[in-house]
């Protein structure tokens, strides 16, 4: 029978139902997942895997502290891109004379806080909460890059955490998850298809040349909290099963999937058509990202190898690369 219990936020998206699923295969394990809308036909999978659903909202205290009464362990985690994409934060932007992703930030901060504050009256009998973050981009930075509100969003809740609740951070591990293998769906995330066939890869001149972390998220993230479940707290870890140059992944791609990549310097960010918001906050990114690294240069942040991660359970870019049709693109 399980002895523990694992409260999964998110369990519904991306890294929430990979913990989820795989904590389910568990049997020391029982887990708990939080969804708006636990009877939803979508659901099915979840809890037919042995997933207990129950209803709770980022934006409401009093019902994550309910969903995470008796909890051994918690995994948090939140979803800046989400807001963008909801129309009314764009009418609160305008309203509010303020830029989409401003307003995402806020809401993504204020929905970190909550899981934050929800998990602190249940402090006593925790033994691991497990936060998926990102590094403070505009302080290892020294204030250069102050457009990257995807990550600081994460990076501000997690100090919020530490300034507010000493004894849950003191039980509080983090993991700064790396690049979707996914995201090539995003124009601004890969190579541009030309006329003959070939694929142009945009790079920036005059940005750096660290290199990027890689992950399959849908599968990987479960393996990354699993590790950071039996890791001493406040172990800190980079979320990715390997490091490539943005440059080398694609070349990479193209090798194998038999294409002629040519990778094109400009002087200027390639925007790929985004909205000057969008193009802002992906430009300090990439810029950050390749001038200071992932993590910033953080001397606390772990390879996984480090931590005990089951680094061969980990989705193979290779392939990915193979089996993924990358239909609408090729």
Known sequence: MPTKLIVVTGVTGVQGGSVARLFAQDPNWRVRGITRNPDKASNVSLRESGIELVAGDYDDVASLDR??????????????????????????????????????FEREVQQGKNIIDAAAKHVSTLDRVVLSTLSNSKKWSQGEILWNLHFDGKAQYTEYLQQTYPDLAA????????????????????????????????????????????????????????????????????????????????????????????????KEFHSAGAPDWLAREMYESKLYVSKYGWAGGDPNVKKPEEVGVEMDKLMDIERYMRETDYAGFM
């Open 67 to 104: 969903a995470f009464n008796g909890a051994n362990a918690i995994f948090g985690t939140t979803d800046f891109w989400q807001f963008v994409k909801d129309p009314q934060v764009a009418d609160e932007a305008k309203r509010r004379g303020k830029q989409i992703n401003e307003i995402a």
């Open 171 to 266: 039980k509080t591990s983090y993991f700064q998850i790396g690049v979707y293998l996914s995201n090539w769906w995003n124009p601004m995330q890969r190579p541009e298809k030309q006329a003959d066939g070939t694929f142009v890869l945009h790079v920036t001149a005059g940005f750096g040349d660290q290199p990027v972390p890689w992950v399959h998220a849908q599968t990987d993230t479960g393996y990354l909290v699993k590790a950071l479940i039996h890791a001493p707290p406040g172990t800190v870890i980079l979320g990715c099963s390997r490091l490539m140059h943005y440059d080398e992944y694609w070349k990479l791609w193209a090798d194998i999937k038999g294409v002629k990549l040519v990778v094109q310097v400009d």
